[in-house]
Protein backbone atom coordinates (compact mmCIF):
# COMPACT_ATOMS: atom_id res chain seq x y z
CA UNK A 1 0.00 0.00 0.00
CA UNK A 2 1.16 3.87 -0.52
CA UNK A 3 2.41 5.36 1.78
CA UNK A 4 -0.10 8.41 2.39
CA UNK A 5 1.35 10.05 5.45
CA UNK A 6 1.84 13.56 6.12
CA UNK A 7 5.33 13.75 7.85
CA UNK A 8 5.85 17.11 9.98
CA UNK A 9 8.58 19.00 11.57
CA UNK A 10 8.54 22.24 12.97
CA UNK A 11 11.34 24.52 14.67
CA UNK A 12 12.20 28.71 15.22
CA UNK A 13 15.03 30.11 15.26
CA UNK A 14 16.40 33.37 15.62
CA UNK A 15 17.74 36.45 14.04
CA UNK A 16 21.27 37.13 14.36
CA UNK A 17 22.66 41.43 14.34
CA UNK A 18 26.38 41.16 12.80
CA UNK A 19 28.92 43.09 14.94
CA UNK A 20 31.09 42.55 12.28
CA UNK A 21 29.63 42.72 8.74
CA UNK A 22 29.66 40.13 6.26
CA UNK A 23 29.27 42.13 2.73
CA UNK A 24 30.35 41.31 -0.45
CA UNK A 25 30.09 37.48 -2.04
CA UNK A 26 33.48 35.97 -3.93
CA UNK A 27 31.04 33.19 -5.36
CA UNK A 28 26.96 34.85 -5.17
CA UNK A 29 25.66 31.19 -6.58
CA UNK A 30 27.23 29.64 -3.41
CA UNK A 31 26.79 32.80 -1.45
CA UNK A 32 30.91 32.65 -0.33
CA UNK A 33 31.51 35.90 1.22
CA UNK A 34 34.81 37.72 0.52
CA UNK A 35 35.36 38.31 4.59
CA UNK A 36 34.34 36.91 7.71
CA UNK A 37 31.81 37.70 10.05
CA UNK A 38 30.87 37.75 13.90
CA UNK A 39 27.31 38.07 15.65
CA UNK A 40 25.25 38.41 18.35
CA UNK A 41 22.21 35.88 18.64
CA UNK A 42 19.09 37.56 19.98
CA UNK A 43 15.71 35.68 21.75
CA UNK A 44 13.87 34.27 20.52
CA UNK A 45 11.10 35.51 22.82
CA UNK A 46 11.19 38.95 20.86
CA UNK A 47 12.55 37.61 17.35
CA UNK A 48 12.21 34.66 15.76
CA UNK A 49 10.93 33.00 12.66
CA UNK A 50 8.77 29.54 12.75
CA UNK A 51 9.07 27.21 10.39
CA UNK A 52 6.47 23.98 9.89
CA UNK A 53 7.90 21.34 7.46
CA UNK A 54 5.88 18.65 5.81
CA UNK A 55 6.14 15.77 3.56
CA UNK A 56 4.40 13.69 2.04
CA UNK A 57 3.73 11.35 -1.40
CA UNK A 58 -0.13 12.84 -1.53
CA UNK A 59 1.98 16.59 -2.41
CA UNK A 60 1.41 17.28 -5.89
CA UNK A 61 4.25 20.03 -5.86
CA UNK A 62 6.71 21.68 -3.61
CA UNK A 63 4.95 24.91 -1.73
CA UNK A 64 5.88 28.18 0.64
CA UNK A 65 3.82 30.19 2.56
CA UNK A 66 5.51 33.30 4.48
CA UNK A 67 2.64 34.74 7.23
CA UNK A 68 0.20 32.70 5.27
CA UNK A 69 0.90 34.05 2.16
CA UNK A 70 2.15 31.82 -1.08
CA UNK A 71 5.81 32.45 -2.24
CA UNK A 72 7.53 31.29 -5.25
CA UNK A 73 9.46 28.02 -4.24
CA UNK A 74 11.28 27.95 -7.37
CA UNK A 75 14.34 30.45 -6.50
CA UNK A 76 17.81 29.00 -6.33
CA UNK A 77 17.92 30.11 -2.72
CA UNK A 78 15.04 27.54 -2.00
CA UNK A 79 16.24 24.46 -4.36
CA UNK A 80 19.29 24.75 -3.21
CA UNK A 81 18.74 24.17 0.46
CA UNK A 82 15.76 21.87 -0.82
CA UNK A 83 18.86 19.72 -3.12
CA UNK A 84 20.99 19.55 0.04
CA UNK A 85 19.01 18.27 2.48
CA UNK A 86 17.65 15.67 0.19
CA UNK A 87 20.49 14.70 -0.64
CA UNK A 88 21.50 13.64 2.74
CA UNK A 89 18.25 12.41 3.54
CA UNK A 90 18.20 9.86 0.70
CA UNK A 91 22.12 8.95 1.69
CA UNK A 92 19.98 7.47 5.14
CA UNK A 93 17.47 5.82 3.25
CA UNK A 94 20.08 3.77 1.16
CA UNK A 95 21.33 2.73 4.36
CA UNK A 96 18.12 1.42 5.69
CA UNK A 97 15.80 0.33 3.24
CA UNK A 98 13.58 0.26 5.63
CA UNK A 99 12.84 4.40 6.12
CA UNK A 100 10.18 5.86 4.49
CA UNK A 101 11.22 7.77 0.99
CA UNK A 102 10.79 11.43 2.36
CA UNK A 103 13.44 12.06 0.16
CA UNK A 104 11.45 11.67 -3.04
CA UNK A 105 8.26 13.49 -1.91
CA UNK A 106 7.52 17.13 -1.99
CA UNK A 107 7.77 19.67 0.44
CA UNK A 108 5.39 22.11 1.87
CA UNK A 109 7.00 25.04 4.11
CA UNK A 110 4.78 27.73 6.16
CA UNK A 111 6.41 30.54 7.83
CA UNK A 112 5.82 33.31 9.93
CA UNK A 113 7.96 36.15 11.41
CA UNK A 114 6.99 37.69 14.51
CA UNK A 115 8.68 40.97 13.19
CA UNK A 116 8.96 43.10 10.27
CA UNK A 117 9.93 41.22 6.83
CA UNK A 118 12.64 42.48 4.61
CA UNK A 119 13.22 45.84 6.86
CA UNK A 120 17.06 45.49 7.86
CA UNK A 121 15.67 43.12 10.78
CA UNK A 122 17.87 40.14 9.05
CA UNK A 123 14.41 38.19 8.27
CA UNK A 124 15.95 36.21 5.72
CA UNK A 125 18.70 34.82 8.12
CA UNK A 126 16.21 33.45 10.66
CA UNK A 127 13.76 32.52 7.76
CA UNK A 128 16.37 30.25 6.20
CA UNK A 129 17.88 29.18 9.35
CA UNK A 130 14.61 27.84 10.18
CA UNK A 131 13.72 26.15 7.07
CA UNK A 132 17.31 24.31 6.51
CA UNK A 133 16.41 23.19 10.49
CA UNK A 134 13.16 22.06 10.37
CA UNK A 135 13.67 20.12 7.05
CA UNK A 136 16.37 18.73 9.06
CA UNK A 137 14.12 17.15 11.56
CA UNK A 138 11.63 15.86 9.23
CA UNK A 139 14.61 13.86 7.71
CA UNK A 140 15.60 13.07 11.01
CA UNK A 141 19.00 14.07 9.78
CA UNK A 142 22.03 13.90 12.74
CA UNK A 143 24.23 16.81 11.32
CA UNK A 144 25.75 19.14 13.85
CA UNK A 145 24.58 23.19 13.26
CA UNK A 146 27.87 23.95 11.37
CA UNK A 147 27.12 21.05 8.76
CA UNK A 148 24.44 22.47 8.22
CA UNK A 149 25.21 26.08 8.35
CA UNK A 150 26.98 24.77 4.94
CA UNK A 151 23.35 24.64 3.79
CA UNK A 152 21.85 27.18 4.91
CA UNK A 153 24.65 29.68 4.18
CA UNK A 154 22.97 28.65 0.21
CA UNK A 155 19.80 30.07 1.32
CA UNK A 156 21.42 33.44 2.67
CA UNK A 157 24.48 33.70 4.11
CA UNK A 158 23.84 35.03 7.48
CA UNK A 159 21.51 32.34 7.94
CA UNK A 160 24.28 30.17 8.80
CA UNK A 161 24.85 32.18 11.59
CA UNK A 162 21.17 31.41 12.96
CA UNK A 163 21.74 27.87 13.33
CA UNK A 164 23.40 28.83 17.18
CA UNK A 165 22.79 30.33 19.89
CA UNK A 166 25.27 33.52 21.65
CA UNK A 167 28.04 34.69 19.65
CA UNK A 168 28.63 33.28 16.32
CA UNK A 169 31.02 33.77 13.67
CA UNK A 170 30.91 32.80 10.05
CA UNK A 171 34.53 31.94 8.69
CA UNK A 172 34.63 32.97 5.05
CA UNK A 173 36.50 29.76 4.04
CA UNK A 174 38.95 29.56 0.82
CA UNK A 175 37.59 26.37 -0.88
CA UNK A 176 36.38 26.77 -4.23
CA UNK A 177 33.41 24.47 -3.61
CA UNK A 178 32.35 26.71 -0.25
CA UNK A 179 32.68 23.45 1.77
CA UNK A 180 35.15 25.19 4.20
CA UNK A 181 32.97 28.21 4.51
CA UNK A 182 30.98 27.39 8.08
CA UNK A 183 29.76 28.78 10.86
CA UNK A 184 31.18 28.23 14.87
CA UNK A 185 30.18 29.23 17.70
CA UNK A 186 32.49 31.68 19.96
CA UNK A 187 30.77 31.93 23.37
CA UNK A 188 27.26 30.76 24.06
CA UNK A 189 24.70 32.85 25.10
CA UNK A 190 25.53 32.05 28.94
CA UNK A 191 28.72 33.21 28.82
CA UNK A 192 27.57 36.98 28.78
CA UNK A 193 24.13 36.41 29.49
CA UNK A 194 24.31 40.15 30.30
CA UNK A 195 24.45 41.50 26.75
CA UNK A 196 21.28 43.21 25.72
CA UNK A 197 19.79 44.95 22.60
CA UNK A 198 17.66 47.96 22.27
CA UNK A 199 16.39 48.08 18.50
CA UNK A 200 14.79 51.53 17.50
CA UNK A 201 12.65 50.39 14.42
CA UNK A 202 12.84 53.56 12.19
CA UNK A 203 11.48 52.08 8.98
CA UNK A 204 9.29 48.87 8.79
CA UNK A 205 9.43 49.24 4.82
CA UNK A 206 10.95 46.84 2.49
CA UNK A 207 14.14 48.35 1.64
CA UNK A 208 14.77 50.20 -1.81
CA UNK A 209 18.35 48.31 -2.37
CA UNK A 210 18.29 44.57 -1.82
CA UNK A 211 21.51 43.13 0.09
CA UNK A 212 21.90 40.81 -2.74
CA UNK A 213 21.93 43.27 -5.30
CA UNK A 214 23.96 45.95 -2.98
CA UNK A 215 26.48 43.39 -2.42
CA UNK A 216 27.34 43.01 -6.03
CA UNK A 217 27.20 46.49 -6.69
CA UNK A 218 29.76 47.32 -3.97
CA UNK A 219 32.09 44.43 -5.32
CA UNK A 220 32.17 45.61 -8.60
CA UNK A 221 32.93 49.27 -7.98
CA UNK A 222 34.31 50.40 -4.26
CA UNK A 223 37.36 51.00 -4.44
CA UNK A 224 37.66 50.80 -0.71
CA UNK A 225 35.93 47.29 -0.34
CA UNK A 226 38.96 45.44 -0.77
CA UNK A 227 40.91 47.02 1.66
CA UNK A 228 38.26 46.35 4.23
CA UNK A 229 37.87 42.66 3.21
CA UNK A 230 41.34 41.67 3.09
CA UNK A 231 42.92 44.12 5.61
CA UNK A 232 40.45 45.45 8.17
CA UNK A 233 38.01 42.80 9.13
CA UNK A 234 40.68 39.72 9.69
CA UNK A 235 41.95 42.16 12.18
CA UNK A 236 38.95 42.79 14.02
CA UNK A 237 37.70 39.19 13.83
CA UNK A 238 40.74 38.35 16.59
CA UNK A 239 39.99 41.39 18.50
CA UNK A 240 36.28 40.54 18.29
CA UNK A 241 36.49 36.96 19.47
CA UNK A 242 38.97 38.21 22.47
CA UNK A 243 36.50 40.52 23.40
CA UNK A 244 33.81 38.34 24.08
CA UNK A 245 35.78 35.94 25.28
CA UNK A 246 37.30 38.51 27.99
CA UNK A 247 33.53 39.64 28.58
CA UNK A 248 35.17 43.28 27.49
CA UNK A 249 32.59 45.63 26.39
CA UNK A 250 34.15 48.78 25.40
CA UNK A 251 36.15 46.75 23.26
CA UNK A 252 33.07 44.88 22.00
CA UNK A 253 31.28 48.49 21.79
CA UNK A 254 34.43 50.20 20.11
CA UNK A 255 34.70 47.33 17.35
CA UNK A 256 30.97 47.12 16.64
CA UNK A 257 30.48 50.57 15.82
CA UNK A 258 33.52 51.32 13.85
CA UNK A 259 32.87 48.08 11.74
CA UNK A 260 29.08 49.75 11.07
CA UNK A 261 30.55 52.85 10.01
CA UNK A 262 32.96 51.18 8.19
CA UNK A 263 30.15 49.09 6.37
CA UNK A 264 28.11 51.75 5.22
CA UNK A 265 30.95 53.63 4.00
CA UNK A 266 31.81 51.28 1.65
CA UNK A 267 27.60 51.45 0.70
CA UNK A 268 28.50 55.34 0.08
CA UNK A 269 31.68 54.25 -1.88
CA UNK A 270 29.48 52.21 -4.25
CA UNK A 271 28.75 53.73 -7.44
CA UNK A 272 25.78 54.64 -7.76
CA UNK A 273 25.99 55.19 -3.81
CA UNK A 274 23.61 52.92 -1.33
CA UNK A 275 22.11 54.98 1.17
CA UNK A 276 20.53 51.99 3.56
CA UNK A 277 21.04 55.18 6.71
CA UNK A 278 18.73 58.22 7.19
CA UNK A 279 18.01 61.38 9.25
CA UNK A 280 16.82 59.15 12.26
CA UNK A 281 20.01 56.53 12.29
CA UNK A 282 22.38 59.16 12.02
CA UNK A 283 20.48 60.75 15.02
CA UNK A 284 20.60 57.33 16.78
CA UNK A 285 24.34 57.66 16.46
CA UNK A 286 24.57 61.11 17.56
CA UNK A 287 22.22 60.09 20.65
CA UNK A 288 24.86 56.82 21.37
CA UNK A 289 27.77 58.83 21.01
CA UNK A 290 26.40 61.43 23.59
CA UNK A 291 25.14 58.52 26.15
CA UNK A 292 29.16 57.50 25.80
CA UNK A 293 30.83 60.85 26.10
CA UNK A 294 28.43 61.55 29.53
CA UNK A 295 29.26 58.28 30.58
CA UNK A 296 33.37 58.72 30.45
CA UNK A 297 33.48 55.54 28.70
CA UNK A 298 31.98 53.12 25.70
CA UNK A 299 28.47 51.26 28.04
CA UNK A 300 26.51 51.41 24.52
CA UNK A 301 27.05 50.20 20.90
CA UNK A 302 25.09 50.85 18.10
CA UNK A 303 25.10 48.54 14.27
CA UNK A 304 23.36 49.36 11.44
CA UNK A 305 22.85 46.29 8.91
CA UNK A 306 21.53 47.01 5.61
CA UNK A 307 18.56 49.24 6.55
CA UNK A 308 17.65 52.09 9.25
CA UNK A 309 16.80 50.46 11.72
CA UNK A 310 19.57 51.13 14.77
CA UNK A 311 20.63 47.92 17.40
CA UNK A 312 21.97 49.52 20.56
CA UNK A 313 24.03 46.57 22.18
CA UNK A 314 24.67 47.31 25.97
CA UNK A 315 25.07 45.55 29.06
CA UNK A 316 22.41 44.83 31.63
CA UNK A 317 24.12 46.62 34.23
CA UNK A 318 23.68 49.89 32.41
CA UNK A 319 20.46 48.77 31.14
CA UNK A 320 18.89 52.20 33.24
CA UNK A 321 21.54 54.61 31.85
CA UNK A 322 20.29 53.30 28.08
CA UNK A 323 16.81 53.16 28.45
CA UNK A 324 16.45 56.31 30.80
CA UNK A 325 17.37 58.29 27.90
CA UNK A 326 15.55 56.35 25.10
CA UNK A 327 12.10 56.28 26.95
CA UNK A 328 11.48 59.81 27.00
CA UNK A 329 11.73 59.94 23.27
CA UNK A 330 10.34 56.90 22.52
CA UNK A 331 7.52 55.39 24.83
CA UNK A 332 4.70 56.51 23.08
CA UNK A 333 5.56 53.58 20.61
CA UNK A 334 4.78 49.54 21.14
CA UNK A 335 7.54 47.16 22.48
CA UNK A 336 8.39 48.64 26.05
CA UNK A 337 5.99 46.07 27.46
CA UNK A 338 6.92 46.27 31.22
CA UNK A 339 9.76 48.18 31.08
CA UNK A 340 7.15 51.15 30.27
CA UNK A 341 6.77 50.98 34.37
CA UNK A 342 10.03 49.52 35.61
CA UNK A 343 11.91 51.88 33.54
CA UNK A 344 12.41 55.68 34.95
CA UNK A 345 13.39 58.71 32.06
CA UNK A 346 16.49 59.89 33.28
CA UNK A 347 18.43 62.53 31.16
CA UNK A 348 22.12 62.93 33.12
CA UNK A 349 23.66 66.20 33.41
CA UNK A 350 25.36 67.85 31.03
CA UNK A 351 23.82 65.39 28.36
CA UNK A 352 22.39 67.15 25.18
CA UNK A 353 19.14 66.32 24.80
CA UNK A 354 18.27 67.67 21.42
CA UNK A 355 19.95 65.19 19.88
CA UNK A 356 17.12 63.16 20.84
CA UNK A 357 14.69 64.97 19.32
CA UNK A 358 14.65 63.07 15.97
CA UNK A 359 13.69 59.88 17.60
CA UNK A 360 10.13 61.25 18.89
CA UNK A 361 9.16 61.25 14.95
CA UNK A 362 10.94 58.70 13.44
CA UNK A 363 11.35 55.53 15.53
CA UNK A 364 8.16 53.11 15.18
CA UNK A 365 8.75 50.41 17.41
CA UNK A 366 11.27 49.66 19.90
CA UNK A 367 12.48 45.91 20.31
CA UNK A 368 14.03 45.56 24.21
CA UNK A 369 16.17 41.99 23.54
CA UNK A 370 18.77 40.27 24.48
CA UNK A 371 21.30 37.28 23.69
CA UNK A 372 19.32 33.86 23.19
CA UNK A 373 19.66 30.69 21.75
CA UNK A 374 19.62 28.73 18.85
CA UNK A 375 16.96 26.70 17.02
CA UNK A 376 14.55 25.59 18.77
CA UNK A 377 12.20 22.40 18.35
CA UNK A 378 8.52 22.97 18.85
CA UNK A 379 5.20 21.24 18.92
CA UNK A 380 3.14 23.61 17.43
CA UNK A 381 2.85 22.87 14.30
CA UNK A 382 1.63 26.13 11.43
CA UNK A 383 0.39 22.79 9.18
CA UNK A 384 -3.05 21.07 9.52
CA UNK A 385 -3.85 17.37 8.70
CA UNK A 386 -4.63 18.55 5.25
CA UNK A 387 -0.99 20.09 4.67
CA UNK A 388 -2.08 23.34 3.92
CA UNK A 389 -1.22 26.26 6.60
CA UNK A 390 -3.54 26.44 9.57
CA UNK A 391 -6.16 28.63 9.05
CA UNK A 392 -6.05 31.94 11.41
Avoid at 173 to 197: E, K, N, T
Avoid at 249 to 278: G, K, R, W
Wanted: hydrophobic share 40%.
Amino acid sequence: MADSKIYTASTTAPVNIAVIKYWGKRDTKLNLPTNSSLSVTLSQSDLRTHTSAACSSIFTENRLYLNREPQDVSGARQQACFRELRVLRAALEAADPTLPKLSTYNVHIVSENNFPTAAGLASSAAGFAALVRALADLYCLQNTPTELSRIARQGSGSACRSLFGGYVAWEQGHAADGSDSLAVQVAPASHWPGMRAAILVVSAAKKDVSSTSGMQATVATSGLFRHRAEVVVPARMEAMKAAIQKRNFEAFAELTMADSNQFHAVCLDTLPPIFYLNDVSRAAIRVVEEINRVAGKSIAAYTFDAGPNCVIYYEQENEAAILGVLKPYTSGVSGWGDRRETVHARIPEGFNAALCEPLKEGVSRVILTGVGEGPVKTEESLIGADGLPLAL
